[in-house]
């Protein structure tokens, strides 16, 4: 154990806080307590969190009232900045403390999404939008600033404890990829073509007629099957990558071949032989618990084992519906977290964290990987060109190298087809894997 902290009520928010915070962030075991008695003859370095009427030279973190309450009600946060950084809960008359606010309340406020349980209005997919969060209301959506914060805190503490070590998590980079529709044109139902033929005439779109044509004969590549190259791009910069799977039923938002199809089975023993795997939850499966075993169940049979990780078609996240869905279906670790209007940092954070379901007040047995910037959200909500599209990726790179943890983006296997939109995007992505593949 590297830290002992006293607070006076130990409650279920304080100790999930501290998890994060000098766990998750800072890579160091801390113990909560609440009896006094117990931190004074302790061994291990100590803080006081709150706990006004306690005495002692310990380092102090000021207390707000948020870790102490139950239930979910309307909190006022406000935003300030202390030496050049966002921060919220600020606590007066705390002269003698490391920090002027209460970080561990900020961390929770932040990590637990607890602004996500109030009323908010939704985006037409009923999604919480990134313009709705503190966040991108106050201009740090694009930190991590939960773990710009551990890093000032670590500092401090090792003004009162010089052999604390630092052991926050290093830089890594995580490639992942939604397949959404594993082809454009190949393997689809006979109505599906005629359809797709159909739309394309009456749309006067002879690209694309030529196009499936060529690719039905056999003369071109599908346009959205990309794998032989991704495959080569990451054998060749030593990156192991995740897919995540749609495997649901046709419908107006899942658009995937029938999951018992020759072409998804073959494609997903392809994909086994060079990267990991995950299920991506369909649309319909948010409110229909037997359509998300059934998927769970097609995941299984085409790759031999039950999904552990998943990450929600269309991003479609419900607190704490949704995950409380996964946990029920085995799911053990969640990669939704991010926006699909904005990059950044949803929950201030680029390193995995464990959710805390705020109504029932526990911490639940899902590991969140959050993500921090999706292609669509590059090219269809900014309407970013190639080149300034790569310039904003570099700089939410450099930051995650700055502060350690995951940077992990998220990327289509259907966006680098010029014919479907995405003219120069390819290079957007080769150069993305290649910049955030190097060590610095």
């Not at 919220?88 to 607890?114: E, H, S």
């Not at 039905?216 to 190259?229: M, N």
């Not at 904005?342 to 990987?369: C, H, K, N, T």
Request: aromatic share 14%; proline share 7%.
């Amino acid at each position: 154990m590297n830290l002992l902290l006293y607070t006076s009520q130990a409650t279920p928010r304080v100790r999930y806080a501290c998890k994060v915070l000098f766990g998750h962030i800072l890579g160091l075991q801390v113990e909560v307590t609440a009896d006094w008695s117990y931190f004074q003859s302790g061994n291990a370095d100590k803080i006081i969190y709150g706990a006004a009427g306690s005495v002692g030279k310990e380092p102090r973190l000021p207390a707000s009232s948020l870790l102490f309450e139950k239930g979910i009600h309307p909190q006022r946060v406000e935003i300030r900045h202390f030496k050049g950084r966002p921060a919220g809960f600020f606590v007066p008359g705390k002269a003698n403390a490391m920090l002027p606010f209460d970080l561990l309340a900020f961390t929770f406020y932040l990590a637990a999404r607890y602004e996500e349980y109030l009323p908010f209005e939704g985006d037409a997919h009923g999604r919480f939008p990134a313009t709705g969060s503190l966040a991108h209301q106050h201009g740090f959506l694009q930190q991590p600033v939960l773990q710009e914060w551990g890093a000032v805190l670590l500092k401090r503490l090792q003004a009162f404890y010089p052999h604390l070590p630092d052991r926050r998590p290093g830089y890594t980079f995580r490639p992942t990829y939604d397949v959404d529709m594993g082809w454009a044109y190949l393997h689809r139902p006979l109505w599906l073509q005629l359809g797709g033929w159909l739309r394309a005439a009456l749309q006067g779109n002879h690209t694309l007629l030529r196009e499936r044509l060529r690719v039905c004969l056999g003369r071109a590549q599908d346009p959205f099957y990309t794998f032989d190259e991704l495959e080569r791009l990451h054998i060749e910069l030593e990156l192991r990558p995740l897919f995540f799977l749609l495997l649901g039923q046709f419908g107006p938002y899942d658009k995937n071949l029938p999951p018992k199809g020759r072409a998804m089975q073959a494609l997903t023993q392809k994909l086994i032989t060079f990267s990991d795997t995950g299920l991506h939850p369909s649309y319909r499966s948010n409110t229909s618990r037997a359509q998300l075993q059934a998927e769970v169940e097609h995941y299984t049979r085409l790759t031999g084992q039950a999904p552990l990780r998943s990450r929600q078609h269309f991003l479609k996240l419900s607190f704490p519906a949704t995950y409380r869905q996964l946990i029920q279906a085995g799911i053990q670790e969640d990669y939704t977290m991010g926006y699909a209007d904005a990059p950044g940092f949803r929950a201030g954070l680029s390193v995995p964290y464990p959710w805390y379901d705020l109504e029932v007040e526990a911490e639940q047995p899902l590991l969140i990987y959050p993500f921090a910037v999706m292609d669509v959200t590059l090219q269809q909500y900014l309407k970013l060109p190639p080149g300034q599209a790569i310039e904003m990726l570099k700089g939410l790179i450099d930051t995650v190298r700055g502060t350690g943890g995951v940077f992990m983006p998220l990327w289509h296997n259907s966006s680098f087809a010029a014919s479907h939109g995405w003219a120069g995007w390819a290079e957007v992505h080769e150069q993305l894997l290649r910049y955030g593949s190097t060590k610095s």
